[in-house]
């Protein structure tokens, strides 16, 4: 396999925030892709014929994404978002926003030997692509795999490579359809939970209640949340806290505007109660977050 860390930073000109190749037992290739403004530009790769390629999306962001040739999205592109590219397949996306993302290279080897100990021979293995799904089983293996790359030592490839390999055996149950046994497909994030989805991220400031946020989507409070939940990973009040705390984060770094603004533009009531959540989800208060960075 070539390294596909030196191939992409070429044809992207653009270098990962961190990585790591030729783990030592799956031969993975794993990448953290950070870019914290707009490029506006386009991003085009081939996926190698011994290769499957697995990406998954840490923050929100903004594409129009192409595979061999044919649109398969257009918008937003929520966190905790799993793609699968095939062996061969051509993907295109153009950035519209800021993006955050990992992204493993698999040697087509690698999973043979973890559905069956390579007793498949030359057989294909098919996994379904998610089109940016979420796995609840997927999503602290992908995060300790990404607290890990951030900071290397010794030991490093060895744990990652042990996420690896629990990262491959879930991937391989969800999706394949010739893995371990009976498959359950992904829910796929349909036209409703993007509309309630792309109306959440505009409307963050406003009171943002269930009743609400299912009557964009179309749907009963109940049947919207079980949905949402299913596909997102988290229910609604879990998924509008992290996305109010990440535009927080991104207010706090990137500007000098008073905590009160941010607090009321992100949906607190006050500064107090933004201190109180702020530091419950991070650690820190929203003081202290901005003079560490």
């Known amino acids: 396999m070539v390294n596909p860390v030196e191939r992409l930073t070429a044809e992207w000109q653009l270098a990962p925030a961190a990585a790591l190749s030729d783990l030592p037992y799956t031969g993975m290739a794993v990448m953290r892709w950070t870019c914290r403004t707009a490029l506006k530009r386009e991003f085009v790769s081939r996926v190698g014929d011994d290769v499957h390629v697995f990406s998954y999306v840490l923050r929100n962001s903004r594409a129009t994404s192409w595979l061999d040739g044919r ?69 602290p293996l992908v995060h300790a795999m990404a607290t890990a790359l951030a900071s290397q030592d010794q030991l490093t490839p060895a744990y990652i490579d042990g996420l690896a390999i629990a990262l491959l055996t879930r991937l391989v149950m969800r999706f394949s359809l010739s893995g371990f046994g009976e498959q359950r497909p992904a829910t796929a994030l349909d036209g409703r939970l993007r509309r309630a989805i792309d109306f959440i991220n505009a409307h963050l400031a406003d009171d943002l209640r269930l009743t609400t946020m299912s009557s964009v989507a179309g749907l009963s409070p109940y049947h919207f949340s079980h949905l949402f939940t299913a596909a997102m990973g988290v229910p609604p009040h879990r998924y509008l806290l992290k996305l109010r705390i990440e535009r927080a984060k991104q207010r706090l770094l990137f500007s000098r ?23 419950g989800e991070t650690g820190l208060s929203p003081r202290r977050f901005r003079q560490a960075a």
Not at 93 to 122: I, N
Not at 258 to 278: E, M, Q, Y
């Open 71 to 139: 649109q398969v999205w257009d918008g937003l592109i929520p966190a905790h978002g799993l793609r699968i590219l095939a062996p061969s397949s051509q993907p295109r996306w153009f950035a519209h926003s800021a993006f955050d993302s990992m992204q493993f290279h698999v040697p087509v080897r690698a999973l043979r030997e973890m559905v069956d100990g390579g007793r498949l021979g030359g057989a294909r293995i098919v996994l379904q692509d998610p089109l940016y799904a979420s796995d609840p089983g997927v999503t």
């Open 257 to 279: 505007e008073p905590i009160l603004t941010i607090a009321l533009d992100c949906g607190f009531k006050d500064a107090s109660h933004f201190a109180r959540v702020f530091a």
